[in-house]
């Protein structure tokens, strides 16, 4: 281990290299929870010409190597494992170009995205990728885990986002396509294979997106349905009526309602509660009379009975105020005991019938929360069933509740937060031994010596 650490601070230098007590404590581990541990070094590259000398060496030495970004992800997929170095982008920081006639948008890999948004918006235009973590979340790792987010329904996940990549593979080598076009159909398009591969086959350095039109009109209100079918009558009927108009479909259950009110202390929205609070947003346009049809076409669906309340967002304030509902779940750590979490899709067809399933099974822990909400207009929910008596113990039987009822109605143990450690395991549950195969082979041709966050997405080789 001392030939491998020499040679790094031979080419890099104490600048570049941490060692024992200068590594800060936030390289010890992701925001998943997962066991932590202290990398063997902390390596901080400052271009992709360090970073491919970075992995040059640890190739030769055959040394393994854990990728960090911001640090938010939550299936343990950067978190150091015994004698594994890190390698934090966090100083390759910074926007280096927006095109303007193309509608692009090209930063470095350790960019947080609310430093992209800004700079997109300062441009006039919008970066389609939103996450809660927006502020401390990267771009790069927003890519490494194919991220998903709030305007899914409108700009899809961070795969439709990225035109171009920087990659630098297992060896040093660098792979360079800052594409710019929406068409480029000259060979393999390889960059597709390092989005959402968590820093498993390369890491990724650059990457240029596609950036969008600014969204006009934008109008908010908050729902209430007492049945996920007439949510979905909501989300067909308004997506029939304004095509393209709708950026945000937002579901939170009435458990969830429940913690936000009772423990979180927000104000009751209605009269009373029901099954789903929906959150929607849509870019009504700039013609004076879009925000008034958003509210007739609300008044039109109470009329009918898939809708039981509305309240339409008459300010700024107002729009905070229905978001506050949506993002109470960062603070629900505070007020709920300890449990399990999960990301998890579910085709629309059946998530009635997922979460009826849900609350059966785990009433096997009488006193635990299980609280469900997400984007659902994209098959995603967020689950949390949180107990007072959970231990390691209870954890693995509530995952397998959880990803069993999942299997059973044909949906995916991930939706947008990736695998890394934590959902290994159950990776089987959602792919094909033949898919697992191919998954395997692509690893082997681009990291032979299986040095690229291994054991996380396939158990190591």
Request: glycine residues 10%; hydrophobic residues 40%; negative net charge.
């Amino acid at each position: 281990m001392t030939a491998v650490l020499d040679a790094l601070l031979t080419a890099l230098g104490r600048e570049c290299v941490r060692i024992g007590s200068d590594i800060p404590d936030r390289n010890f581990g992701d925001a998943s929870g997962a066991r932590q541990h202290a990398p063997l070094a902390l390596l901080l590259p400052r271009s992709t010409e360090e970073v491919s000398r970075c992995l040059a060496i640890c190739h030769a030495h055959g040394h393994r190597v854990v990728p960090q970004g911001g640090m938010t992800g939550l299936a343990g997929g950067a978190n150091p494992q015994e004698n594994e170095i890190a390698l934090s982008l966090e100083r390759m920081t910074g926007v280096e170009e927006i095109d303007r006639d193309s509608a692009t948008l090209t930063a470095l890999a350790g960019t947080p995205l609310a430093v992209i948004q800004s700079a997109a918006e300062e441009a006039g235009f919008l970066c389609g990728i939103d996450l809660g973590a927006r502020g401390t979340c990267t771009i790069g790792g927003n890519v490494a885990t194919n991220a998903g987010g709030n305007q899914v329904l409108r700009y899809g996940m961070t795969r439709r986002n990225v035109l171009g990549l920087e990659v630098v593979l297992a060896d040093g080598r660098v792979l360079r396509s800052l594409n710019k076009m929406m068409k480029n159909n000259a060979g393999y398009d390889w960059t597709q294979l390092f989005i959402g591969s968590e820093g498993t086959l390369g890491i990724v350095t650059r990457v240029v997106l596609a950036l969008h039109p600014s969204p006009k009109g934008l109008t908010s209100a908050l729902c209430a349905v007492d049945s996920f079918g007439d949510a979905l009558a909501v989300l067909r009927r308004f997506d029939s009526r304004f095509p393209g108009r709708l950026l945000v479909f937002e579901a939170m259950w009435r458990e969830y309602m429940d913690v936000a009110i009772d423990r979180s202390r927000l104000t009751q929205p209605f009269a009373d509660r029901h099954e789903i609070t929906l959150l929607i947003e849509a870019a009504m346009g700039e013609d004076p009379g879009a925000e008034d049809a958003f509210g007739e076409a609300l008044a039109e669906f109470i009329d009918d009975g898939v809708l039981k309340d509305a309240l339409v967002a008459q300010s700024g304030n107002d729009r905070k105020k229905f978001w506050a509902y949506r993002e109470a779940n960062y603070e629900f750590g505070r007020v709920l005991p300890e449990g399990s979490h999960f990301d998890v899709s579910i085709p629309l067809s059946r998530m009635a019938e997922a979460v009826d399933l849900l609350r059966q099974r785990c009433a096997r822990w009488p006193n635990a929360t299980l609280i469900v909400f997400g984007h659902v207009a994209d098959s995603n929910i967020h689950l949390s069933l949180c107990d007072e008596s959970y231990d390691d113990a209870v954890g693995r039987a509530m995952n397998e509740v959880v990803y069993g009822v999942v299997a059973e109605v044909s949906g995916t143990v991930s939706a947008e937060h990736g695998i890394g450690v934590l959902k290994r395991p159950y990776l089987g549950m959602s792919r094909t031994e033949a898919e697992l195969d191919l998954m395997r082979t692509l690893k082997h041709a681009l990291d032979p010596k299986g040095i690229l966050n291994p054991g996380r997405v396939l158990a190591p080789a």
